[in-house]
């Protein structure tokens, strides 16, 4: 099968084997290519497929030769269909782990479902024994509670009032403006419940009763904070609520396995192109500005940057620094005044005739391409390709 992007609003429905491959492999060499870092040997990624999971991950395998277990939500291949990037991915990270003589196995499945849990504690049981961190990187529209059985949606909407914006539609390439409908009170309490730290705090509290928690373990999810150009969509709206509640689980996890001296961190990221992001109303053009802003400033970053960071200089610190909030901060580069005033005079400025020149739309593009294996150099677009790859 010859495939090429088939890209449909904020999402490309399908993935190349060759490329997803390519992608995980420039990660690995950037990994291999900065030095080991300080973490330790049994790790557990939950959302290890994509984004900053899989930067986790390859971290985690690439510069500690850590033995990886990881958990994920992906479509398989069929003959006539791709599988998602994630898939891929796996597959891909799953060979170069192999190769490197790593210890690696993926669980594919409902991460907020009882039985993905008792899933991978039995395999834990049985080949690790104990995990010494865990990462907690989903980012999912929808949960459905293992208790109750009812699915709640998470909303991307403002708090309190409309919010008109601008807004770039990356299928009409045109800047717009948008206005936003506030959130009711149930979609807060329905983003909070998919995004907030219920199931971090589950899959805790699942893997300390079964044992399988090491002395000293630490725990890191992810957030995002920004600044006043995304709070009205982000910080400020339904899902920085449940990202509030991600603050809220670690200290509650701080508190309730102090005797396994745990560490639970909200580990704050900068903003890039991930699936996750590119489905965030604003966030295509803000990165796109930030990007532009970022790179003529010689401090820019992607997801791998952004992990081996993470790993080398903050989780593992010994008395590492922390924000207000107690969280982990690599993301001050993005947030400081200099870098954000910057981008707000391009915001001010910006409309479709000048979004190429104030806006590294291109390079936002390519990253978007690659999170689904199109855009390398070095791959053949042009060659048949069996879609049927596995890691299994
Ligand atoms: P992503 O979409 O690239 O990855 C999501 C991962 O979750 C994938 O591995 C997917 O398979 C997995 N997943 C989703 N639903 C699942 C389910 N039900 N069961 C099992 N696995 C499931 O997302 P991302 O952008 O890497 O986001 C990860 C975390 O990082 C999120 O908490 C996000 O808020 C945070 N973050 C993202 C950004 C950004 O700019 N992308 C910035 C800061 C923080």
């Known amino acids: 099968m010859v495939i ?12 190349h084997p060759v490329g997803c491959e390519a992608s995980v492999n420039e990660q690995i060499e950037y990994v291999k290519g900065q030095g080991q870092v300080d973490c330790p040997k049994n790790v557990l990624v ?11 991950r390859i971290t985690a395998a690439f510069g500690a030769q850590a033995n990886t277990l990881g958990v994920c939500f992906e479509k398989e291949p069929s003959e006539k269909k791709t599988a998602t990037a994630g898939w891929y991915n796996t597959a891909a ?4 782990a192999k190769d490197a003589g790593l210890y690696c196995k993926t669980l594919n499945g409902d991460a907020f479902s009882n039985e993905m849990k008792e899933q991978v504690i039995d395999l834990i049981k049985n ?17 459905t509670d293992p208790v109750s059985g009812n699915t709640y949606n998470s909303q991307l909407k403002p708090i309190g009032k409309q919010y008109t914006t601008k807004t770039f539609d990356t299928s ?12 009711t009170q149930d979609d807060i309490d329905n983003t909070v419940k998919v995004m907030g730290g219920e199931d971090w705090e589950l899959w805790m509290a699942a893997l300390a ?5 090491a002395d000293n373990c630490k725990t890191t999810a992810y957030t995002y904070i920004g600044k006043e150009l995304t709070w009205p969509i982000y910080g400020h709206a339904t ?24 560490a639970a961190y909200v580990s704050s990221l900068k903003a890039v192109v991930t699936q996750a992001s590119s489905a965030i109303p604003v966030m295509p053009l803000y990165i796109s500005l930030m990007f532009k802003v970022m790179k003529e400033e010689g401090c820019h970053e992607g997801v791998i940057e952004q992990i081996y960071g993470l790993f080398d ?15 982990l901060r690599m993301d001050t580069v993005e947030t400081n005044d200099d870098i954000q005033g910057k981008i707000k005079q391009r915001w001010d400025l910006v409309n479709t005739e000048n979004f190429a020149e104030l806006g590294d739309y291109k390079g936002y593009h390519l990253d978007f391409l690659k999170l689904f294996g199109f855009g390398f150099e070095q791959v053949d677009y042009e060659a048949d390709v069996d879609p049927q790859v596995n890691w299994i």
Request: charged share 25%; glycine share 8%.
């Open 4 to 15: 090429k992007p088939k890209i449909r609003g904020f999402i490309c429905t399908n993935a």
């Open 46 to 56: 939950i959302g290890c497929s994509t984004g900053y999971g899989l930067a986790s």
């Open 93 to 96: 990270f799953h060979k170069a």
């Open 127 to 143: 080949d690790l024994g104990k995990i010494d961190l865990v990462i907690y990187s989903l980012a999912s529209p929808r949960r």
């Open 172 to 183: 009409k390439e045109l800047v717009h403006e948008v206005t936003l409908e506030p959130a």
């Open 209 to 213: 009763e079964s044992g399988v928690l």
């Open 239 to 262: 899902i920085g609520k449940a990202k509030e509640d991600l603050d809220r689980a670690a200290a509650a996890l701080n508190a309730k396995y102090q005797d396994l001296n745990l």
């Open 313 to 327: 200089n903050l989780l593992f610190a010994e008395n590492p620094p922390l924000d207000e909030a107690r969280r």
